[in-house]
């Protein structure tokens, strides 16, 4: 059983499907926790943390703090002090930072997305999606037809439903932050050092 805890629901739910779908098991059992932003869950993840421990039947935790332009590893580094060690946690836990935003991985597979917004002609592949800035952002002025139009794209709405469609080879290849949750789910290893925890 895995605990998740993600800035947002929308994100709770992307990371949701993808452990199953790495897994290849649907009946993975997930718990988790969507906040409203950051700076909610820094402030709060530790508490959250420590009420799944007592769960003796989850086995392996997934925070998830987007860079935003940050330094990552500064941002992995935050996500132990604030949340991880305080709360103790015995088990593998991944300190999952996506590079930019998460939606960079969304933008690794452009195919997935027209599976879900198929009135969408994305134009060509994005091959290195890490390196754009604000990547939401991006997938939405993509998706306009013109500069007055609404976006097709809504990550609250749409990030989940392409997550189900994402090649996952192609993440992992093109969005080098996606590895350490792979990591986590195939061989159960997290990237946090116990010795950082105790």
Not at 44 to 56: F, H
Not at 82 to 96: S, T
Not at 102 to 127: C, F, H, L, N, R
Request: glycine share 4%; aromatic share 6%; net charge positive.
């Amino acid at each position: 059983m895995y605990a998740i805890l993600a800035e947002d629901p929308s994100d709770l739910k992307v990371l949701a499907i993808l452990i199953r779908r790495i897994a290849k098991d649907d009946s993975i059992r997930i718990t988790g926790k969507g906040y409203q932003g950051a700076p909610e869950m820094l402030k709060q993840g530790a508490k959250q943390l420590k009420v799944y421990q007592a769960n003796e039947k989850i086995q392996r935790y997934v925070i998830c703090y987007d860079s935003d332009g940050k330094n990552a590893e500064a941002r992995r580094q935050e996500l132990i002090s604030k949340i991880v060690k305080p709360a103790n946690i015995k088990h593998p836990v991944c300190a999952l930072v996506p590079i930019q935003e998460i939606e960079a991985w969304i933008m690794a597979d452009m195919k997935a997305v027209k599976k879900v917004i198929t009135s969408w002609d994305y134009g060509k592949d994005i091959p290195r999606p890490e390196m754009i800035e604000s990547p939401k952002e991006h997938l939405e002025k993509l998706s306009r037809q013109n500069q007055n139009q609404k976006p097709r794209y809504s990550h609250a709405m749409h990030n989940e439903k392409i997550a189900v469609h994402l090649d996952l080879e192609s993440v992992k290849h093109k969005c080098p932050s996606f590895s350490p949750l792979v990591t986590l789910v195939n061989e159960g290893v997290g990237n946090v050092e116990t010795s950082a925890i105790q």
